[in-house]
């Protein structure tokens, strides 16, 4: 589809001017308060305010609006292609934590700003994507299960049943990122509204979306899920749906469309997520390098010893081998849409975090003993990339896509 077509990762002056901005607003202000951020929510740790927001984040969200560094993902509103975009995702995975939040643009509000802006009416945008854009709310999507392989999204057991003007959920969710957080007020919950033996649906139409504000009656917060033994600020969370009733008028798009929506939410997501995995990787290997050549070990500096060497050049290689797929991966999304992309969207989400957690290790070998506390960001970092190899669906899921596609080239 694209061989006859020019292809030109070089950056625009915008996204060059925008990439540059971001990258003096992550070394002035926002890795100084990562230490800042980390002691205030160490303070609070298994205390019932482990939840709370650290204050540092609405200092940055100011700092970040005035820098005109907000809401960059949604080219609709930013201007910003896909592929200019994914210059600044990269520097935001520097402070996973922190950055992506500061200017907005964090997982999973930036999938469901994209779904509400492509799918919501607009009573729905008025309420809850202003909001949004606005960073005054947060939201989770609820599709994960914790009874049904959720990779393949026709198991989904929650049930959305219509009763005159209302729907009813009933269903159970867990990883449902961001739920802990007082601030997530809104719900994207994926379920069935037709039955397992209708055959007279396709089964890719059995699945819708609807909106469910969190103090809608029914609608419990069961436990929230480490990862790793990491309880991120915002929280993974079991859901339990019991009898929950919400107006008909909250269904995203159509009965039998939440399939679509889900697929239409992923391509641009799944760039954000590989871009700022790269950035991480790529604060690996600084750290590596610094640690290698400030260690020494049987006489002489780590950076001396053969297999290190080794190590980092396999790092640098790696790194740009997956930032070319991922950059080509944005570039086809802008130029043919996700679905022209379908492919590369699936090797993405398989090559970069494999590609991420192998820097990552790599670095924390330098490290020794250190990479294993929270002296460094690679532990955390190495939870997240290897988490991230479910997130959006498992490998395998992807593999398989992109296999199917070989078959049918």
């Avoid at 002056?13 to 951020?37: C, G, N, Q, S, W």
């Avoid at 993902?73 to 200019?84: R, V, Y």
């Avoid at 103090?215 to 917060?221: F, H, K, S, V």
């Avoid at 190590?311 to 790696?318: D, F, P, S, Y």
């Amino acid at each position: 589809m694209w061989s006859n077509q020019v292809v030109d990762f070089a950056p625009s002056a915008v996204a060059a001017d925008y990439t540059d901005r971001m990258r003096a607003f992550l070394d002035e202000k926002i890795l100084p308060a990562e230490a800042v951020y980390d002691a205030w929510r160490a303070e609070r740790r298994g205390t019932p305010q482990e939840w709370d927001h650290p204050p540092v984040v609405e200092e940055l969200k100011a700092e970040a609006r005035e820098r005109k560094l907000w809401n960059l993902f949604l080219p609709d509103i930013s201007g910003l292609s896909n592929l200019e975009y994914a210059a600044v995702a990269e520097v935001s995975g520097w402070s996973p934590v922190i950055a992506p939040e500061v200017i907005n643009c964090q997982a999973p509000d930036t999938g469901n700003m994209e779904t509400l802006h492509l799918f919501g009416n607009a009573e729905q945008k008025e309420q809850w994507l202003e909001p949004l854009l606005a960073g005054e709310i947060r939201s989770a999507f609820a599709m994960t299960e914790p009874d049904v392989a959720s990779s393949d999204a026709t198991n989904i057991q929650t049930r959305i049943r219509r009763d005159g003007d209302d729907y009813v959920i009933d269903g159970r969710k867990w990883w449902i990122s961001g739920a802990a957080d007082a601030r997530c007020q809104i719900f994207i919950v994926m379920g069935k509204t037709t039955a397992d033996d209708d055959d007279s649906v396709p089964a890719h139409r059995h699945q819708s979306m609807i909106l469910v504000p969190r103090d809608t009656p029914g609608l419990e917060i069961t436990r929230h899920l480490p990862t790793f033994g990491y309880q991120d600020q915002h929280g993974h969370s079991e859901l339990s749906l019991t009898g929950v009733r919400v107006p008909a008028t909250n269904l995203l798009g159509e009965e039998g469309s939440g399939f679509a929506i889900a697929q239409a939410r992923l391509g641009p997501g799944r760039i954000h997520h590989c871009m700022r995995l790269i950035g991480m990787a790529e604060r690996a290997l600084s750290l590596m390098v610094a640690r290698a050549q400030e260690r020494v070990a049987f006489g002489k500096p780590l950076a001396e010893q053969g297999v290190v060497r080794d190590q980092i050049a396999l790092c640098r290689m790696e790194i740009e081998q997956a930032r070319l797929l991922t950059l080509k991966t944005a570039w086809l999304i802008d130029n043919h849409g996700a679905k022209g992309a379908a492919t590369e969207i699936a090797a993405i989400k398989v090559v970069v975090p494999r590609m991420a957690c192998t820097v990552i290790d790599r670095a924390m070998q330098v490290h020794g003993g250190a990479a294993m506390s929270d002296d460094t960001p690679l532990a955390y970092f190495y939870a997240w990339a290897r988490a991230l190899r479910f997130a959006d669906g498992p490998d395998e899921v992807h593999i398989r896509t992109v296999a199917r596609q070989e078959f049918k080239r």
